[in-house]
């Protein structure tokens, strides 16, 4: 197994120990711990991808996990934010229902032998919620922090129905042939 496949376990590994910091609180400092331990595993997103293209290691194990990984972390955080009272209920179903239609899109993709690789939109989102998350969990009682990430939330929001917009309608023809 090369290193941008073992950095992506990682980050599969990493999301129950952060979604325990995140909700318990055993140190006091819990907030930070799963603050941490987020941004760790994002930079692991960030370089499983640079280190797979610089030295060729692009893997259908990568290919299929690696998106699957950045969905777990993501969708966990924002679960865990409907129970603490940081997000809507509504606005995760949004960020959920794009993710199961898009892995859906791939499954199709995948049996009918094409790979869909991450859009830029899908990109943009996934950078921009994984900043919005940093920003919620770190929830630092500051009016100006406050409409910071207020303005990520939307942002996040509107990128999730933007790139699932972008998804549908850049493989559209991959449901005609299989139906």
Do not use: H
């Amino acid at each position: 197994m090369n290193l941008p496949n073992k950095l992506t376990i990682l980050r599969v590994i990493l999301v129950p120990v952060f979604v325990v910091f995140l909700m318990m609180d055993i140190t006091g400092y819990d907030k930070w711990i799963a603050l941490s331990i987020f941004i760790i595993a994002s930079l692991t997103d960030l370089l499983d991808g640079k280190i797979a293209r610089k030295y060729n290691l692009i893997t259908n194990f990568g290919k299929f996990m690696d998106p699957l990984a950045d969905k777990l972390l993501v969708c966990s955080a924002f679960i865990c934010f409907i129970e603490l009272d940081k997000l809507p209920t509504w606005m995760v179903l949004i960020v959920i229902a794009r993710e199961f239609i898009i892995s859906g899109f791939r499954l199709v993709a995948a049996d009918n032998g094409i790979v869909i690789a991450a859009s830029m939109w899908g990109k943009y989102k996934t950078a921009v919620s994984m900043v919005m998350i940093c920003f919620v969990i770190a929830d630092i009682n500051n009016p100006i922090f406050y409409n910071i990430t207020q303005v990520l939330i939307w942002a996040s929001l509107i990128l999730t129905v933007v790139s699932l917009i972008d998804y549908i309608v850049k493989n559209k023809d991959i449901f005609k042939g299989s139906m």
